[in-house]
């Protein structure tokens, strides 16, 4: 008899369990993974670079990876920070993966790590698909952009537990319909917070932290609806048991 085997779910369904695994050694370590997803060119490098820098001057033990399909400009860049960077070159590969992150971590992570940050592939599809085991999902879209990201990629901003508007200071210069952008992620995720950021000038990057740290310390984070719906499906492994659900995925 035959049977037909969906590619794409048996590697998600892969993906979740490198992801559980990957969730247990982060929290037996006491980390916290923040999941940054943007498309490229949206300054996330920048704003990283900005987040990290200030995480090292305040205290607080942070590092980073960060995953491209080529060079190390990234990690050179976030380097400059002080804090601790390992780049992860995908060879083409449209989005990390859990085991890709876990298989970097688990010989490299410096012991004490509060906040790993993770920035993912410039990519607004792919990812959005892979839960890296992450307690804190944030999708940020620059205002050079255009205002209707969230509705052309709604599974990336309908997952995310925080979304970023970047590069503030070019709002006006480039005509940025902020009201149209804000309405846009709330059709697609109602209720997520939103903040509004510039690397170049320093806004909204203090309270971008602040909300990080916050979620490391247990506050209560956003529960998008697409990851609620989600959670009623969860996936069932060949022996049937179901896997143990992660923030979103």
């Known amino acids: ?74 990690a050179t860049r976030l380097a400059r920070s002080g804090a601790p960077v390992q780049q992860i070159l995908t ?3 449209c989005h990390l993966e859990a085991g890709m992150l876990q298989g970097r971590l688990e010989d490299w992570l410096p012991d004490g790590t509060r906040l790993l ?38 599974a990336a901003f309908g997952l995310a537990q925080l979304v970023v508007v970047t590069k503030t200071d070019l709002a006006d210069a480039v005509g940025f319909a902020r009201e149209t952008f804000l309405g846009g992620v709330q059709q697609v995720n109602p209720g997520v917070p939103v903040l509004e950021t510039s690397a170049r000038t320093g806004e909204g990057v203090d309270a971008l932290l602040a909300h990080i740290l916050r979620s490391a310390e247990g506050e209560e984070t956003h529960t998008p609806v697409l990851a609620r719906q989600h959670e009623k499906h969860l996936h069932s492994h060949a022996n049937g048991t179901v896997r143990e659900p992660g923030p979103v995925s």
């Open 1 to 74: 008899m035959c049977r037909t085997v969906d590619l794409h779910q048996a590697v998600l369904a892969k993906n979740d369990e490198n992801a559980l695994a990957l969730r247990r050694f982060l929290a037996s370590r006491d980390t916290v993974a923040v999941n940054l997803m943007s498309s490229p060119g949206s300054g996330k490098t920048a704003l990283l670079e900005q987040l990290l820098t200030r995480a090292v001057a305040a205290g607080t033990p942070a590092a980073a990876v960060t995953a491209d399909l080529a060079t190390e400009n990234d």
């Open 91 to 93: 060879d083409g590969l």
């Open 117 to 154: 940050f993770v920035e993912n592939v410039g990519n607004l599809v792919c990812p959005a698909s892979y839960d890296l085991g992450e307690t804190l999902r944030i999708a940020l879209a620059s205002v050079t952009e255009g205002e209707d990201k969230p509705v052309k990629y709604p």
